[in-house]
């Protein structure tokens, strides 16, 4: 349980006392209601988190809901959309082991993340994490009911891969992106869990080794 939920359910928790002793019992029913519904929303259940060389997992609980390459400072890259509904876990993990080598937050809009302007229009928090040989970059997105990101960690911090490092309250997005000779192993429309699905393998010894591992990975499945 994220501690946030506890402020929020003990807050409605004494709202409906207080609204229970002065005037009735069933004029407190929708604050316990949402007490019950804080403390579900900041559930933080436990991930047991890949162990495979070059593995890079979800950051966010949720649904993919786009996959693009793109240019980066020059390079090639990979960027994976994933979208959190309000039903979503919305706690944050890091996708690779590594040091945090920078973080930008800004502030902006507060556009439906399933809109693609709300990557670069809405509020945000840029983090990028390198290790391994591996740079990945993930960006945590207010949507249309997020009014706040939390990010636990900062710059020069060692974070391990599944490591918990903040959350964004309520329907919001997270786009990961990471280069682009990493093996996919999801598709647009799959469900995943932060820290536990594994997006992509980076290729141990460049695309054709990275490849092979990854073919001899889904034989033995």
Do not use: C
């Not at 939920?5 to 807050?11: D, K, P, T």
């Not at 609204?19 to 407190?28: A, C, K, P």
């Not at 918990?164 to 309250?169: N, P």
Request: proline fraction near 5%; charge should be positive; avoid cysteine.
């Amino acid at each position: 349980m994220v501690r946030d939920g506890y402020y929020y359910a003990v807050a409605l928790i004494a709202l409906g006392l207080l609204v229970g002793w002065s005037f009735s019992t069933m004029l407190s029913i929708p604050a316990f209601l949402l007490a019950a519904f804080f403390l579900w929303f900041f559930r933080d259940p436990e991930r047991a988190i890949p162990s495979e060389p070059g593995a890079i997992v979800s950051p966010a609980d949720g649904k993919v809901t786009a996959i693009a390459p793109l240019m980066a400072n020059g390079e090639r890259r990979m960027r994976v959309s994933i979208f959190l509904n309000v039903f979503n876990v919305h706690v944050n993990r890091s996708p690779v082991s590594g040091i945090i080598r920078e973080i930008v937050y800004k502030k902006g809009q507060y556009l439906n993340a399933m809109n693609p302007a709300s990557a670069e229009m809405n509020e945000q928090n840029s983090v990028t994490v390198e290790g391994e040989g591996q740079r990945v970059e993930f960006k945590q997105i207010a949507g249309l009911l997020a009014r706040r990101i939390v990010f636990n960690k900062k710059i020069g911090d060692r974070v391990q891969r599944g490591e918990r490092v903040g959350l964004i309250k309520f329907g919001s997005r997270v786009d990961i992106m990471f280069d682009a000779s990493a093996n996919l192993q999801i598709k647009v429309g799959d469900n995943v869990q932060g820290g536990s699905t594994v997006l992509a393998y980076f290729p141990p010894d460049g695309g054709l080794a990275g490849t092979a591992a990854t073919q001899a990975r889904q034989g033995a499945s």
